[in-house]
């Protein structure tokens, strides 16, 4: 019989003062072998016995054979020719003389089965050696840039010993985003480890997966250059970078909460640094006895040097310069200076970065655009051939797309027409619109300023090229005396 816990503790308060086992039996209408169970304090109430039921045919011989089938799946590894439970039953009758049910059969081979199986949520604690690894990874999150709800991806990199971080923003997941991000975090780190751990991403990896992931050849050839390794995860398998995976939220929440509003993706990089050095100087990692700081300056010393010369990350393309001016990049177009019209140029496209090369020259840099089928136009590029076609000053889109409307109404209204707008054009070229605009400022609001007006403002008186000589000059004089008479001249 099971009793509850108030009826435990009468039992046992009766015996202990003396009462017997008949007297208490009757005074609280329970059985005698119930009162002979509890009131000594063998038992308790709340203590259940296990069901555990073994069956008297599944022998240790049988188990045997069971496993020596499951053994041979194993070994011939074919997924649709494998021992079922009744193939199992059924062997034992034949080869054995087994007498049993097949319901005992197929539930000690249900609990043997389970046996060798390792759940899949089974992780292994690690430990890393001091320079040994380096786990990376990406996350995305929403700020804004310039007032633009901007949706970003964010780098990040921990050092698998100290733990010490590394979060950078970019555009996009590209090949270049992804080199870029990893030479920075070098630098930051200020060297390199034995390995890198990172996802298959398809940036990085050819074919394959895990261990049998084959490196793209441009990838391939940064790895080479940073001397490091590189082992990549199998798929959906983020236990095997578990340190990166909680940064990447750590870093969301912490880094990018509230949400930034910056003026570029560089000042929100800036802040992502400072998040970063605040981690390093200041953050204990729980269950870890020492400091980031401390494990990292400790760690520090085991990771190789940076090599000396630094590996371009850039995607290189060699266009030729369109009649407008312009070459194409990565679905997008860029002018570059009139004079390149037709030539072939050398265009270095960076994670947010083009660098447009002529001749080993830079002839135009620009913040890379993202998207297709949008055109970046720089005034001063075109500027020489408005002045020899000034017709088409109003409607030429690098004047749009780089000149305010107060300007050109201000160049509407100039008496000279489109020449003369031209002109005007060629001041803010050289002396930036601000500063014209805010010489027209200076003016009445009845008088309509001349080019001619605003380059008399514009003159700068140069300093004087006279040179003062301290007048406290030492004159040595000299007596030709003698130097007549060794000539044989007279003296007078």
């Not at 840039?145 to 964010?154: E, P």
């Not at 509003?261 to 802040?271: D, K, R, Y």
């Not at 640094?273 to 990292?296: E, F, G, M, P």
């Not at 679905?331 to 050398?346: A, E, M």
Request: overall charge positive.
């Amino acid at each position: 019989m099971i009793i509850e816990v108030d009826l435990y503790s009468q039992i046992r308060l009766l015996y202990t003062d003396g009462e017997s086992q008949r007297s208490i039996s009757k005074r609280l209408g329970i059985s005698r072998q119930t009162v002979k169970k509890y009131c000594e304090g063998g038992t308790h109430p709340d203590v259940r016995k296990s069901y555990s039921r073994t069956s008297d045919v599944i022998t240790s011989e049988i188990k045997t054979f069971m496993m020596d089938c499951f053994k041979h799946d194993k070994e011939e590894n074919l997924t649709k020719q494998k021992h079922s439970a009744k193939r199992i039953y059924d062997r034992l009758v034949s080869e054995k003389g087994f007498s049993g049910s097949y319901s005992a059969v197929r539930e000690a081979v249900r609990r043997l089965r389970a046996e060798q199986i390792i759940p899949v949520q089974a992780d292994m604690p690690l430990e890393y050696d001091p320079g040994d690894a380096i786990q990376i990874d990406w996350g995305e999150a929403t700020v804004y840039i310039d007032g633009k709800r901007t949706k970003i991806n964010f780098f990040c990199g921990r050092l698998c010993y100290s733990c010490d971080i590394f979060v950078q923003a970019y555009y996009s997941q590209n090949l270049e985003s992804f080199l870029e991000a990893q030479q920075h975090m070098l630098d930051y780190f200020k060297g390199v480890p034995k390995r890198l751990i990172f996802d298959n991403a398809k940036v990085a990896v050819r074919e394959g997966f895990g261990l049998h992931a084959k490196a793209t050849d441009g990838y391939k050839s940064f790895a080479a250059h940073y001397a490091f390794k590189t082992d990549f995860c199998n798929i959906a398998s983020g236990n095997e970078k578990g340190l990166v995976e909680n940064l990447v939220g750590y870093a969301r929440r912490n880094f990018l909460v509230p949400v930034p509003h910056v003026a570029s993706l560089g000042e929100l990089n800036q802040h992502l640094i400072k998040c970063c050095l605040d981690y390093r100087n200041k953050h204990n990692v729980q269950s870890r006895t020492q400091s980031v700081l401390t494990a990292y300056e400790e760690e520090w010393y085991y990771l190789k040097q940076i090599p000396q010369y630094r590996f371009d990350t850039s995607r290189t393309a060699s266009p030729i310069v369109s009649d407008y001016s312009t070459v194409r990049f990565d679905k997008n177009n860029y002018s570059v200076p009139i004079r390149c019209l037709r030539k072939t140029v050398t265009v270095k496209g960076y994670a947010n970065e083009v660098c447009i090369f002529y001749e080993g020259e830079v002839i135009a840099t620009y913040d890379r655009i993202y998207g297709s089928n949008r055109t970046e136009y720089r005034l001063e590029h075109y500027i020489d051939l408005l002045e020899r076609k000034p017709r088409c000053v109003f409607q030429a889109k690098p004047v749009r797309a780089n000149v305010t409307k107060e300007l050109l109404d201000w160049g509407r209204l100039l008496t000279g027409g489109n020449a003369e707008m031209v002109k005007l054009l060629r001041l803010c070229v050289d002396h930036g619109e601000e500063r014209i605009l805010s010489i027209k400022e200076q003016f009445p609001g009845n008088i309509i300023p001349s080019v001619d007006m605003v380059r008399a403002q514009l003159h700068e008186i140069p300093q004087s090229n006279v040179v003062y000589f301290k007048n406290e000059v030492e004159i040595t004089t000299t007596d030709l005396a003698r130097y007549d008479e060794k000539c044989g001249l007279a003296v007078r």
